[in-house]
């Protein structure tokens, strides 16, 4: 960049009296003045300093005013620097000319000293506002390019902050899921240890005074039977026995007596035998000793939780019992863990039972006695080496929008103390977290609910006998 003297005013005419009169106003007002007569010599040395201003007169020697600002306007190095005309010469014509070249004013001459200063007074205070205008510019170019930097880091910290938050939220997300699955893990624990405590408590004390009777009825009824025998004789030996023992015999009616008494033992023994079955199935259900995997038959499991289910069926006041229909096809045994497996079975079929009783509480007498409660238990062995396990029932049914929440946690309908919502849930983890298996819903929107079950014949793990 050549060197440039803001106040220098650079004055190019042929005439020295013009000249003289310019440089004498211009330095008089204080300003820097140098002086070129020609156009060439004035290039020359524009280029050697910049001034601040021209003063170009128009006809000179040489290459004219016009020639002159032409070339200062086509270098741009010079073409900033701001051309004032000065001429005789004052027809329009001309002065379009010369701004049209890029000068900013023209002056004619004669000069008036005061309009002279007046006019370049004016171009330095435009020039010195321009600049001015240009500075602030570029602060506000500044300042907008800082806040577009600015605004662009806003943005990218806000993305991360949401990307922080997002993954946070699945954090979050996965450890209340592995909460709710620890929580119904635990539930199932205690709900089957409880009751299966319970249950096998229960069986084990009946159990040993059932054996009692059991074991006393046969020698009993053998007793029963000599002393009759020993009845007999002493009547074929002392037929006329005395009126007391006449009377007595009648009174008691002997020969019913006898018959009878071989009934009541006979019965006995069916009850004793009945209750024995019962406590072998509570136990079956329970089967508390029996953590590890197990060939199982699945109907003897299901059979024993119907078992103990039995009180739920018989309705009472004249209603009909609720209908089970088995309809078991031949399976295989099962590799499964049977007392978890039975508490699936308990659950679906609780929630059968519930469902038909809840279908009830809208129904009277005459109603129910068409269409009484029903469930229906069909088992299936499926192509694909696994088996099929399917409980319906005709009870309320499920809506659509809540089909697609009952294997969540929690998820109840059933009034506040009756039902957990987790019956389900820990059924779905059974079987598809500890079987390998699958369990459906389907739901019909008339009523009437299907639940399903498909376990693998056999499980990975290796069986313990
Ligand atoms: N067979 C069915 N018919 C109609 N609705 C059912 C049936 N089985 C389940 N449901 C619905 O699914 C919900 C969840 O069942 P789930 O067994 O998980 O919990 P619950 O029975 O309410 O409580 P609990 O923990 O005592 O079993 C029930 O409240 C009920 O609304
Ligand atoms: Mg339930």
Do not use: W
Request: glycine share 6%; with cysteine.
């Amino acid at each position: 960049m050549m060197p440039s003297s803001p106040q220098t005013i650079l004055i190019v005419d042929d005439n020295p009296t013009n000249l003289e009169v310019l440089f004498d106003t211009l330095t008089g007002a204080g300003f820097e003045v140098a002086v070129a007569s020609d156009g060439e010599s004035a290039l020359e040395q524009v280029a050697y300093q910049k001034p601040a201003l021209i003063l170009l007169d128009i006809m000179m020697p040489g290459i004219s005013g016009f020639e002159t600002c032409r070339c200062l306007k086509e270098n741009p190095d010079t073409q900033g620097i701001p051309v004032i005309f000065t001429t005789a010469l004052s027809d329009p014509e001309n002065k379009i000319r010369g701004l049209a070249l890029g000068a900013v004013d023209y002056i004619t001459k004669p000069f008036y000293q005061e309009e002279v200063l007046a006019r370049i007074r004016v171009h330095f205070k435009l020039c010195n506002l321009t600049v001015s205008l240009e500075q602030q510019n570029t602060i506000l170019r500044s300042e907008v390019e800082q806040r577009q930097k600015a605004e662009t880091a806003l943005r990218e910290l806000n993305q991360e902050l949401e990307m922080r938050i997002d993954e946070r939220t699945s954090e979050l997300s996965a450890t209340l899921y592995q909460l709710q699955q620890a929580q119904v893990h635990l539930v199932q624990t205690e709900k089957m240890s409880s009751l299966g405590q319970l249950v096998a408590g229960v069986a084990h004390e009946i159990n040993n005074p059932v054996n009692f009777i059991i074991g006393n009825l046969k020698p009993a009824s053998g007793y029963i039977q000599d002393l009759l025998r020993l009845l007999e004789l002493y009547q074929s030996d002392c037929p006329n026995a005395s009126t007391e023992i006449q009377e007595f015999s009648e009174q008691i009616d002997l020969p019913f007596l006898k018959t009878d008494l071989l009934k009541i033992f006979s019965s006995m023994q069916i009850g004793a035998e009945r209750i024995c079955q019962i406590v072998l199935s509570l136990r079956n259900f329970s089967r508390l000793d029996e953590a590890e995997i197990k060939l199982v038959d699945l109907h003897e499991g299901m059979n024993s939780t119907l078992l103990i289910l039995q009180h739920r069926l018989r309705l009472k006041g004249g209603y009909p019992p609720i209908q089970i229909i088995k309809d078991y096809s031949n399976l295989p045994l099962i590799e499964c863990y049977p007392g978890p497996m039975n508490q699936v079975f308990m659950n679906l079929l609780s929630n059968a039972l519930d469902a038909i009783e809840e279908k009830d509480k809208g129904r009277n007498l005459e109603q129910i006695k068409a269409c009484p409660g029903r469930i229906c238990i069909r088992t299936e062995k499926l192509q694909n080496d696994s088996v099929l396990v399917s409980i319906s029932d005709n009870g309320v049914g499920i809506s659509e929008e809540k089909l697609s929440k009952v294997f969540d946690p929690f998820f109840t309908t059933k009034p506040i103390g009756k039902g957990t919502g987790l019956g389900l849930s820990i059924s779905h983890q059974i079987v598809v977290k500890k079987h390998a298996g699958k369990i459906e819903c389907f739901s019909a929107p008339e009523g009437g609910t299907e639940f399903q079950i498909q376990i693998p014949l056999r499980q990975f793990q290796v069986l313990t006998n």
